[in-house]
Structure formats: structure tokens, C-alpha cells
């Protein structure tokens, strides 16, 4: 991040850059192996972070609180939350098998506390023994909606403590590493809970899940041309009809829907670089008729192509 904000990254710390915002961001090495993100700022610029997956498998819990706000919102894969309140708060886990976007309007007064877990971890805090079964439920939580939890007023005293600490407080790095801990242990708690009661709806191996995982790799590779069904299945070794069933099942919407908004975010993506044409972006992503683009398009985000760029324009 220091990088690509062409700032120092001196005591663990980096401070915004005053043409983006006021505030920072520091790195806080917790007991257990731990590590987490912690940062306190406003933003005089929108901020888009987008992380794409990897094959590692870990986890990284996130609380945010958002103060200001004009428009903030999560992807994970396919699906989006998305808030314009003049507040938001969240907690929720997310996978490294998925990407992640996160996008801030200027104004914003961002809060955030980000611990990454490692596959271990998680399966000795929870108590399971056979993490399989905690992946499996934990996409079947994700194909069913993003799993958040609001941030109650207990939570949100830890962040402020987390934050900012006391000054005169003996130990600090020891006083904000217990309060991340207990900031962690009231979200698995939560969790734990719905996970308990939650009917498990997805019925596939570990080996299984990771063959979905490899036909949406191979999905998306091109997003101009997308495969077909029966290339799809016949590289995967199975049949169409569980093809479609269990990618469904793993990312939350049928293959050709999941393309395609996979392939409107590409689109929005590019068009806020803002060297690129409406028509550009259309023909690179495969569309021949612009018409149809700025249809797809607006479908996927309920604005035109050229609507999104004037809007950027002011902002």
C-alpha cells in the first residue's frame, strides 16, 4: 500500500498522502501468529482497493466503520453490498479463494480493523476438527448472501480503543493486541452461531469445490469470449447438468450470469481509468453493437456507460 500511495513505510506505519486524505495505516503483530491492518482516516479522494484471490488458503476478518458516507460498497465475487447511508458498519470473514473490491467515496471517515487468519487458526478457535466442513459452510453462507454482521456498540468501544489508545497507558502494543483479540472473539461467537443453526445446503467434497473453482478460473479467463457449457464440463470431467448445479451452488448464480457481471465489473473497471472510450472498452470486452453494451451495462448497475463517467467526473 505504501507503494502505491508513493509513501514512507517507517515504524510498521504509513501516513495518507495529503492530496489523497488525513490518517494512516499500521501493521500490529499479534499473539498466535496473527497479524493485523489497523487505520483511522478521511479520504479528500475516492478509494477503490480491489485484491484478487490466491490459492493459499487463509482468511482475513474485517470490521469497518464509515462515517460520511456518499457511497461505499463490497464485492466478493459476484455479489455486492452496497450502502449510501451517512453511516455504515460491518464485520464479516472473508476467503482468499475470493476477490475483493471495496470502494470509498471522498469525504468518507473510514475506520478499519483487518486480522489475517491462517487455515489452522480457524479451525482450532472454532472448535472444528474437519475444516472442510467449516469451508463448505462458509461458501454456502457466501452463495446465499455476503454474511455480515452489523458492529454493536461493544464492538465499536474495542475499535475506538484499538485506534486510539490511551497515552499514558503502560503497554500499549499489549493493550491494542487484547483488544483485537476480543474484537475477534465477538465475531466468532456470532459466527460460530449462525453456522450452528444454519442448514447446511451444499453437499460437496473438498476436491469438488476446488474442480468449480477451477471451471470459473477458466470462465473468465477471456472476457470477450466466454466458453461454452459443454467445453466447460468436458475440461472438468463431468456432466453438464452438475456443471451448472454445483457452480451455482459455489458462487451463487448460474455460469453465464456470473460471466457476465464478472465482465460489466471489468468494464467499470476500465472505464474509471479514464483513458478509455465507452466504444474502446465495449469492443475489448466483445461486444460488436455499443448499444448492447451500454444496456448490459446498465442492467448490471442501474446507470449508463456514460453516466458513470460523468459522475466520476465531478467527484
Given at each position: 500500500?505504501?507503494?502505491?500511495?508513493a509513501?514512507?513505510?517507517e515504524?510498521?506505519?504509513?501516513?495518507?498522502?495529503?492530496?489523497?486524505?488525513?490518517?494512516?495505516?499500521?501493521?500490529?503483530?499479534?499473539?498466535n501468529?496473527?497479524?493485523?491492518?489497523?487505520?483511522?482516516?478521511?479520504?479528500?479522494?475516492?478509494?477503490?482497493?480491489?485484491?484478487?484471490?490466491?490459492?493459499?488458503e487463509?482468511y482475513?476478518?474485517?470490521?469497518?466503520?464509515?462515517?460520511?458516507?456518499?457511497?461505499?460498497?463490497?464485492?466478493?465475487?459476484?455479489?455486492?453490498?452496497?450502502?449510501?447511508?451517512?453511516?455504515?458498519?460491518a464485520?464479516?470473514?472473508?476467503?482468499?479463494?475470493?476477490?475483493?473490491?471495496?470502494y470509498?467515496?471522498?469525504?468518507?471517515?473510514?475506520?478499519?480493523?483487518?486480522?489475517?487468519i491462517?487455515?489452522?487458526?480457524?479451525?482450532?478457535?472454532?472448535?472444528?476438527?474437519?475444516?472442510?466442513?467449516?469451508l463448505q459452510?462458509?461458501?454456502?453462507?457466501?452463495?446465499?448472501?455476503?454474511?455480515?454482521?452489523?458492529?454493536d456498540?461493544?464492538?465499536?468501544?474495542?475499535?475506538?480503543?484499538i485506534?486510539?489508545?490511551?497515552?499514558?497507558?503502560?503497554?500499549?502494543?499489549?493493550y491494542?493486541?487484547?483488544?483485537?483479540?476480543?474484537?475477534?472473539?465477538?465475531?466468532?461467537?456470532?459466527?460460530?452461531?449462525?453456522?450452528?443453526?444454519?442448514?447446511?445446503?451444499?453437499?460437496?467434497?473438498?476436491?469438488?469445490?476446488?474442480?468449480?473453482?477451477?471451471?470459473?478460473?477458466?470462465?473468465?479467463?477471456?472476457?470477450?469470449?466466454?466458453?461454452?457449457?459443454?467445453q466447460?464440463?468436458?475440461?472438468?470431467?463431468?456432466?453438464?447438468?452438475?456443471?451448472?448445479?454445483?457452480?451455482?451452488?459455489?458462487?451463487?448464480?448460474?455460469?453465464?450470469?456470473?460471466?457476465?457481471?464478472?465482465?460489466?465489473?471489468?468494464?467499470?473497471?476500465?472505464?474509471?481509468?479514464?483513458?478509455?472510450s465507452?466504444?474502446?472498452?465495449?469492443?475489448e470486452?466483445?461486444?460488436?453493437?455499443?448499444?448492447?453494451?451500454s444496456?448490459?451495462?446498465?442492467?448490471?448497475f442501474n446507470?449508463?456507460?456514460?453516466?458513470?463517467?460523468?459522475?466520476?467526473?465531478?467527484?
Amino acid at each position: 500500500m505504501a507503494t502505491q500511495l508513493a509513501v514512507p513505510f517507517e515504524d510498521a506505519r504509513i501516513n495518507f498522502p495529503e492530496a489523497l486524505g488525513k490518517g494512516y495505516m499500521k501493521s500490529v503483530e499479534l499473539p498466535n501468529g496473527l497479524e493485523a491492518l489497523i487505520g483511522d482516516f478521511t479520504l479528500r479522494q475516492a478509494m477503490m482497493i480491489q485484491r484478487s484471490r490466491v490459492d493459499k488458503e487463509f482468511y482475513v476478518f474485517i470490521c469497518d466503520i464509515a462515517s460520511n458516507v456518499g457511497r461505499f460498497y463490497v464485492d466478493i465475487d459476484s455479489e455486492r453490498v452496497e450502502k449510501t447511508d451517512e453511516s455504515v458498519s460491518a464485520m464479516y470473514l472473508l476467503s482468499f479463494v475470493s476477490d475483493l473490491g471495496q470502494y470509498a467515496s471522498a469525504g468518507a471517515h473510514v475506520k478499519t480493523v483487518r486480522v489475517i487468519i491462517s487455515r489452522d487458526w480457524l479451525a482450532k478457535y472454532l472448535k472444528i476438527d474437519v475444516l472442510d466442513d467449516v469451508l463448505q459452510r462458509y461458501l454456502a453462507l457466501k452463495a446465499g448472501s455476503i454474511h455480515v454482521k452489523d458492529v454493536d456498540f461493544e464492538s465499536k468501544t474495542l475499535m475506538e480503543e484499538i485506534l486510539h489508545p490511551p497515552a499514558d497507558t503502560p503497554m500499549q502494543k499489549a493493550y491494542i493486541q487484547n483488544r483485537i483479540m476480543m474484537l475477534i472473539e465477538n465475531f466468532f461467537g456470532w459466527l460460530y452461531q449462525q453456522m450452528s443453526v444454519m442448514e447446511l445446503k451444499i453437499r460437496m467434497t473438498r476436491e469438488e469445490i476446488e474442480q468449480v473453482m477451477k471451471v470459473e478460473e477458466q470462465l473468465i479467463a477471456n472476457l470477450a469470449d466466454a466458453p461454452t457449457i459443454n467445453q466447460l464440463s468436458r475440461d472438468a470431467a463431468m456432466s453438464p447438468s452438475k456443471l451448472k448445479k454445483q457452480f451455482k451452488d459455489v458462487f451463487g448464480l448460474p455460469v453465464y450470469e456470473y460471466f457476465q457481471k464478472k465482465r460489466m465489473q471489468k468494464a467499470r473497471e476500465l472505464l474509471l481509468e479514464g483513458n478509455r472510450s465507452i466504444k474502446s472498452v465495449g469492443i475489448e470486452l466483445g461486444f460488436s453493437n455499443l448499444s448492447n453494451f451500454s444496456m448490459a451495462f446498465k442492467k448490471e448497475f442501474n446507470e449508463l456507460p456514460s453516466e458513470l463517467l460523468k459522475s466520476a467526473a465531478l467527484t
